[in-house]
Each structure stands twice: as C-alpha cells, then as structure tokens.
C-alpha cells in the first residue's frame, strides 16, 4: 500500500518539475474545491482553477479542471436527477451551449498573461457580488436566461468557470436547495459535455492535461468525501464567506500572475 503511495506521490512531483511545493500547493487547491463542491454542490472550478492557472497555465489548468469536474458531477447527476427541472435548464443550457466555442478558441488562441488577467477579474467580480448580496429577482424566466446563458458559455469555454452567473441567477429565482444542486449539476453537465471535445479539437487535453487530472484524483475524492461529511454540521453562512474570501483572494493571485507580479 505505502508503495502504491509513494509511486503515486513520485508521478504528482514529476509533473510539477518546479519541485514539491508547487505540487502540494495544487493538492491542496483541488481538495479545498472539492471540500467546496461536496458541501454545497457547486464551485469546483471557481476555486481550483485561479490557483492551478498560477501554478501550471491556464491552457493546462482549465481542461485539467473540466476532466475533474466532469467525474465529480456525473456522481452527482445519478444522485441528483429526480430533482432537475428541464424548463428551467433547456433555455440556458442551448445559449450556454452557444457561446462555448467562442470561449473555447479564445482559451486556445489567447494570450497566457491576459487569460491569467480575464479568469482573475472574472473571479473576483462574481466573489464580491455574492459577498456583496447582491439579489434582483427576474419575473421572466426564460428571456432573462439567454444572456445569462450566453456569458457563463463564454467563461466555460474560456476559463472553465460557467458557474457564477447562473449562481448568482437561481439564487436571486429562490431556488430550494435541492433543485439549486440539481439544476447546476444538470446544466454543468450540459455544457462540458460540449467543452470536452472543443478542447480536445484546439489540442489543450494532452496526456499532460490527463495526468494532472489522474494525478489530483485522489485529492478530489477526498476533498468531496469531506465535503459531503460536513454537510448539515458547518454553519452555511460561515463557510460560504470562508470560500468567497478564498475566492476572491485567488482571483486576485491570478491578476497579479497575469501581471508578472508574483
């Protein structure tokens, strides 16, 4: 067993030819998303992939994101589907779906320091809207979910991160807990459904990309075991300022990456 660990270990350490540290920096990033996704069903992507744009790039971080949240959410979608509600999620999903390639050739084609710059500024506006409580509820469901739609396929395709505006949209519809996660996980699947090949069509899911997935693995189940235990035993209110502060302080890392700062 303590082989199979420590050959394990030796495959994370080689991936990251920058030493240790940088490794269990990304450890430690994708089992802090996954303590997220398992408690509140959401937020994988938002909170690993500022942290591993940092440490690997952001073409490598964003497809090694996908593969991850993929595998998580396809749990979730067995557990979850008597909760979906299709006319809520068809409108979003199509526009969603849309706007994916233009985010798509905009990850493979884009600068690495403005990507570093977009993800950041996008991380950090959503995080400060949703510390800021930000909540305007819409009468017309349907038109209002195209833009919104449209935008989080753009940030899918292009930073792997479809989640905060349509977030930021159920939770201002009031959506109960159940058919929140249901919904969100139904209509990530959608889109990444989609984003997989796209990426795989501009070259950014390389064996490399596959490894750094396989790689996290274990820091995933992990992260969304724990998640999943604490569930009903964190105060929400807490730990959802705890993981918006985490957050918001890794969209600002990317910034200052994109600048050269640090």
């Not at 209002?144 to 739609?149: F, L």
Request: glycine letters at 10%; charged letters at 5%; hydrophobic letters at 55%.
């Amino acid at each position: 067993m303590s082989g199979c660990y420590l050959g394990h270990m030796g495959t994370v350490i080689a991936l990251f030819p920058e030493g240790l540290w940088p490794a269990l920096m990304g450890a430690a990033a994708v089992f802090l998303a996954g303590l997220t996704y398992g408690l509140t069903g959401f937020g994988f992507a938002l909170v690993a992939t500022p942290i591993l744009a940092v440490l690997l790039s952001p073409r490598a971080a964003v497809p090694a994101v996908l593969l991850m949240s993929m595998a998580n959410g396809l749990l979730l979608l067995i557990a979850t589907w008597r909760d979906i509600q299709p006319r809520r999620i068809v409108p979003l999903a199509l526009a969603g779906i849309l706007a994916t390639p233009a985010g798509a050739y905009f990850l493979a084609w884009g600068s690495p320091a403005v990507l570093k710059c977009f993800i950041g500024a996008v991380i950090t506006l959503f995080a400060l809207a949703f510390l800021l409580g930000f909540q305007r509820p819409v009468r017309q469901e349907w038109p209002a979910s195209i833009p919104v739609g449209l935008v989080s396929g753009f940030l899918n395709g292009s930073t792997g991160m479809s989640g905060p505006p349509v977030i930021l949209f159920f939770t201002n519809q009031g959506l109960d807990q159940q058919a929140f996660r249901a919904n969100l996980v139904a209509y990530f699947m959608a889109l990444n459904v989609v984003t997989l090949p796209l990426y795989a069509y501009h070259g950014l899911v390389t064996r490399q990309v596959s490894l750094y997935a396989l790689a996290a693995l274990p820091a995933l189940a992990l992260g969304t075991w724990a998640g999943l235990r604490l569930t009903g035993r964190v105060n929400p209110r807490l730990f959802r300022l705890i993981t918006l502060l985490l957050v918001l302080m890794a969209g600002v890392s990317s910034i200052l990456s994109g600048f050269g700062i640090l």
